[in-house]
């Protein structure tokens, strides 16, 4: 059986913890040249196109060319024609300051690779604090402050944010917020008021309860970021310590 063949362009994506994202280009280009690329990238027929550069290097008889875009330099006219099943792409320029390279077509998300995923959600979300904000024999409330940090020079909406609280490993709240915005190339601090169950939280809670100690807690859930062409999810998974004393 023959080997299948290997897609007109593969990507890979790697998330920076600071302003810049690496993304991996791997394309069928003729000849042996390698070396340094320089060129411009754009999505979707947008006609905002951003510059890139790398050094490109031929592996297994393709060549793959790493580049480096800014955050703050993606175009919001991206976003706004984002659609959440494929993207249409376009990465053209010169290698080593001779050999045009014109890669063009269409490819569904799922096929784009992006490197240690959880790693990258860790970079942008953070948990800042979880705390119990009312406690009685009868009912109590929680609230869990998450920073959010937007890198892009745009704002996103955020439509609607789902989570539950796990304590101990036993789930003991729950929550939704909505019609939150992230504002542009910054850490935004987002509060999520939490509905407890007050005999599940006696129970994971212990002595801790009496005592206004801190016990182990998780928020787990999705924020979904709010586009014209359809929601991008978010996953939360975010680990801590619950703070049982009440304000």
């Known amino acids: 059986m023959a080997a299948a063949a290997a897609p007109p362009l593969s990507l890979a994506i790697r ?4 302003e810049t994202l690496t993304v991996v280009a791997t394309g069928d280009a003729p000849g042996d040249q390698a070396g340094a690329f320089s060129g411009t990238v754009s999505l979707n027929g947008s006609p905002a196109e951003v510059k ?16 480096t875009l800014k955050y703050a ?6 976003a706004d ?21 014109d890669w063009s077509g269409a490819m569904p998300w799922k096929d784009v690779g992006v490197e240690s995923e959880k790693e990258t959600a860790s970079q942008f979300v953070r948990l800042g604090s979880l705390r119990i904000t009312h406690f009685s024999l009868f ?25 539950r609280l796990l304590a101990n490993g036993r789930e003991v709240g729950a929550g939704e917020t909505r019609g939150l ?34 016990i182990e807690a998780r928020l787990h859930g999705q ?7 359809g929601d991008i999810t978010v996953p939360l998974d975010l680990s801590g310590k619950l703070d049982m004393l009440a304000e």
């Open 15 to 18: 998330p920076g913890p600071a």
């Open 52 to 67: 890139v550069a790398g050094q490109a290097e031929r592996v297994g008889g393709r060549l793959r060319v790493p580049l």
């Open 73 to 78: 330099e993606i175009p919001a006219d991206w």
């Open 81 to 101: 024609r984002f659609r959440l099943g494929t993207f249409d792409y376009r990465l053209k320029g010169i290698l080593g300051g001779r050999e045009p390279i």
């Open 139 to 163: 009912e109590s409330e929680a609230r869990a402050s998450v920073s959010v940090r937007n890198p892009l020079s745009f704002p996103l909406k955020v439509a609607r944010v789902e989570y």
């Open 181 to 214: 915005l992230l504002h542009a190339a910054q850490e935004n601090t987002l509060d999520f008021p939490i509905d407890i169950e007050h005999g599940q939280l006696l129970a994971a809670a212990g002595s801790a309860l009496a005592g206004g100690g801190e």
């Open 223 to 229: 924020l979904l970021v709010r586009l014209p062409n």
